[in-house]
């Protein structure tokens, strides 16, 4: 078929276009991607792992109770005459709550002193009389029957004048019972009897007193818990009861000022809570600024108690600790600046930081801030993390 003589002038144009493509091409394929610029270092905070002694802490839920809470129940009967406090103040030890109506009481005892008086002046004369027949049958003037009738009057005298004595102490006991104080320096309750109501011997609450200072804070301790601890005495790291120390947090979130002593340890688990009871007892003085007192009974109290030291703890601060699929890991930070994974066995926190038990040695750097924009191999700009500054990882 013969061509065209267009066709050929096309051709003509077209092939040396070609070849200059076809070089153009054939350089492009022999460059060296390795030449391509390396991506900046990923800005992050780090943090040394750090170690020290830090104390062995567990905390638990508690519950404030007052170490004495007395119902004041009358001890003798009458008409109750005064009340002296107002209700729900603090009273101190001895303070007069209620008065009950004394002048019954003081009649009984005015009697009973007046007839003591009579029952010695009786005894005075049987003691003459026996001394006098004493004397005279000495001298045989009178018989032994006199003298023994005398020895027994002036017995039965004596043994009067003791009784009436006696019943005047009761009667002294009951009128001093009339005036009704406070047992112990506590927090007076509502009054439940009233001025002027007849009130009944050991039989009618008046008010309820509650101790305030010192005061207990109660808590349990589960089964897990107690092997944990039962361990940890083996390894020696857990003081004596005596020495052990409580804390307590208070509504707002700051810590009680004041340290408790444990007390009182069950070591008998409770089969329907699975846990012991362990009490502790704090000071709790009257607080001036707030007029009042911090601790109150019936309240809840998150507990730490502080059973003794653990003396070479590593540490690192807590947004350092990444947790996936695979467990619990942190990122690492080399002397070449680059970045590894590392898996970790963290035990408890303590001061936003976690004690490491396994998987890191002192004086390694951890990632803090920045654990989202990095993985293995990259190299990063590390910068010190402060204690207390806020942690930006998350979201980055």
């Not at 027949?133 to 009057?153: H, I, N, R």
Request: aromatic share 6%; with cysteine; net charge positive.
């Amino acid at each position: 078929m013969p061509i065209n003589p267009r066709t050929l002038k096309v051709r003509k144009y077209l092939q040396p276009a070609a070849v200059i493509v076809f070089l153009l091409l054939l350089g492009g394929c022999g460059k060296d991607p390795k030449k391509a610029p390396a991506p900046p270092p990923v800005p992050v905070t780090v943090a040394d792992v750090k170690q020290g002694k830090v104390p062995i802490v567990m905390e638990f839920s508690g519950t404030i109770q007052a170490i004495r809470t007395v119902d004041i129940i009358p001890r003798v009967s009458g008409y109750i005459d005064k009340r002296y406090f107002e209700e729900g103040t603090f009273v101190e030890k001895d303070a007069p709550l209620y008065l009950i109506d004394p002048r019954p009481y003081q009649a009984r005892v005015d009697a009973a002193a007046a007839q003591v008086k009579l029952d010695e002046a009786n005894q005075a004369f049987w003691r003459a009389e026996a001394k006098r027949y004493q004397s005279a049958a000495k001298a045989g003037a009178v018989s032994k029957e006199k003298l023994d009738e005398a020895l027994t009057q002036r017995s039965k005298a004596m043994a009067t004048v003791a009784k009436g004595k006696a019943d005047l102490e009761n009667m002294l006991l009951d009128l001093s019972f009339t005036n009704i104080t406070a047992p112990f320096a506590g927090r007076v309750q509502e009054t439940r009897i009233n001025i002027g109501n007849l009130v009944a011997q050991q039989k009618d609450v008046l008010t309820t007193l509650v101790q305030m200072d010192p005061i207990y804070v109660v808590f349990n301790i589960s089964r897990a818990r107690v092997y944990e601890i039962q361990l940890l005495k083996r390894e020696g790291k857990v003081l004596p009861v005596k020495d052990m120390r409580a804390e307590v947090e208070l509504p707002d979130g700051s810590r009680y000022p004041e340290q408790g002593k444990i007390n009182f340890i069950s070591f008998q688990i409770d089969p329907t809570t699975d846990s012991i009871l362990v009490r502790a007892v704090f000071p709790n003085k009257h607080d001036k600024e707030i007029g009042d007192f911090n601790l109150i009974p019936g309240q809840y109290a998150p507990v730490r108690l502080i059973l003794g030291d653990e003396p070479d703890a590593l540490l690192i601060p807590q947004p350092a600790l990444v947790e996936s699929q695979i467990g619990k890991q942190v990122f690492v930070v080399g002397q070449d600046n680059k970045v590894s994974v590392r898996t970790v066995e963290v035990g408890r926190g303590y001061q936003n930081q976690w004690i490491v038990r396994k998987g890191l040695k002192k004086g390694e750097k951890v990632i803090v801030d920045g654990t989202q924009k990095v993985k293995t191999g990259v190299v990063v700009k590390a910068t010190a993390y402060k204690e207390g500054e806020k942690d930006n990882s998350k979201g980055s």
